[in-house]
């Protein structure tokens, strides 16, 4: 039976959107991953920096320190294989780029590109805009939290491999609770994922079981962190990377900041009232946009929204904690979209695929481009467009 001529046209249509919203995401990921890399290249070329790189090579080689099991672990294999400290930690940064990349562009072309997964992809608080935008706060220890999303993805893009997905998924996020204690926050998100990956016919009681062992990681780890919540003096830890050839001014940011008492790191509960806080307020709400439009259609709009919303209050504790306000945003609208992902990714609701009203969409996407979140409290910061425009003025 032949299509009719206006049903060919529309399907025709839709591909074509489809296609071009494809080919607009690969050009703009793969655009903001090769300067990501430039970027780590730029960081080995100056001896590292002293956040991105700083923040990992934390060690408790001189004795125990929060943070510092995974600066341990590197060191002695930058031991046993002879590779610089730098290198090995850059190379595998690069490497978790690269990968969360990869899956998360497989997985949002197996999913059709509909406009409303083009948006909510090109989120400024959405990981790689996020890095693009604002460089340093980049590939920081919550990089290891969005690997432990990433098998839970390929298992509901794959529809099998759930128990080696979890399994993979679980050692990365062991390393990352030990490495940071800010990323026990990530652990209801990561359970909902797990959730949704298991088997329609796994029992109750094994469900519960198998998210006890994510859940007692991040009990470990806090606690961990809190029994060493401070180090008056930060030379030894310091004396292991220059033994090793690093230069000492790495250790000037991350690795000082523990000497920091819990009192002194803590930002006080009135700075929530403050400008700033309320600047990060309208660029939060300016990236929630996209999530907003994404439900639009489904019969239960509503509820999902006010779920996304209340979903934030996960984080609020780092607000108070620690000042890198960006950062926690960036927290909630990645851990939000890899959820997201395994979600559409197994179920494909119909709602996914109802195309926003032009204009809304137009708009949403000139402003996901234009602005930037950077990991400092309450600023803006250039977006991709705006940046890209300032890269070809200054040639």
């Not at 606690?223 to 008056?232: E, I, K, R, V």
Request: proline residues 5%; neutral net charge.
């Amino acid at each position: 039976m032949p299509i009719p001529r206006g049903l060919h046209s529309m399907n025709t249509i839709s591909q074509g959107v489809r296609s071009r919203n494809g080919v607009l995401l690969v050009a703009i990921l793969a655009s903001a991953l090769l300067y990501l890399l430039y970027q780590l290249y730029v960081d080995f070329s100056l001896g590292g920096n002293s956040w991105k790189q700083g923040d990992w090579l934390i060690n408790e080689l001189s004795g125990s320190i929060r943070r510092g099991l995974f600066g341990s672990a590197l060191l002695r294999t930058s031991d046993v294989t002879g590779l610089s400290p730098l290198l090995l930690l850059i190379s595998l940064q690069a490497l978790f780029v690269t990968l969360i990349f990869v899956v998360v562009v497989i997985a949002a072309l197996k999913l059709g590109m509909p406009d409303k997964l083009l948006l909510l992809l090109l989120s400024p608080g959405f990981l790689f805009l996020f890095w693009f935008n604002d460089p340093q706060g980049s590939v920081r220890k919550e990089l290891l939290v969005y690997l432990a999303f990433l098998p839970l993805i390929v298992v509901a893009l794959k529809g099998r491999g759930a128990p080696i997905a979890y399994l993979l998924s679980v050692i990365a996020y062991g390393m990352a609770v030990f490495a940071h204690e800010g990323t026990v926050f990530f652990l209801p998100f990561l359970l909902l994922a797990m959730w949704l990956v298991m088997p329609q016919d796994a029992s109750t009681a094994i469900r519960l079981t198998v998210l006890a062992v994510p859940s007692l990681l991040a009990f470990g780890g806090g606690l961990y962190a809190a029994m060493n919540t401070h180090t008056p003096d930060t030379s030894l830890i310091c004396a292991q990377l220059v033994q090793r050839g690093l230069d000492p001014a790495i250790c000037g940011g991350a690795i000082d900041y523990l000497q920091s008492t819990p009192e002194e790191a803590k930002m006080h509960p009135g700075n929530l009232l403050t400008t700033e806080f309320r600047s990060l307020l309208l660029i939060y709400a300016a990236c929630l946009l996209s999530f907003r439009v994404m439900f639009q259609g489904s019969e239960r709009f509503e509820l999902w929204f006010v779920a996304i919303l209340a979903s934030g209050l996960v984080f609020l504790p780092l607000y108070v904690l620690a000042g890198d306000y960006g950062r926690w945003l960036n927290y909630h609208i990645s851990s939000l979209t890899f959820v997201l992902l395994v979600f559409l990714l197994k179920w494909r609701p119909a709602w996914l695929y109802e195309a926003p009203r032009r204009l809304d969409f137009l708009c949403l996407l000139a402003l996901n481009l234009v602005i930037g979140v950077s990991h400092s409290p309450g600023e803006m910061t250039d977006g991709l467009v705006v940046k890209v425009a300032r890269l070809i003025y200054d040639l």
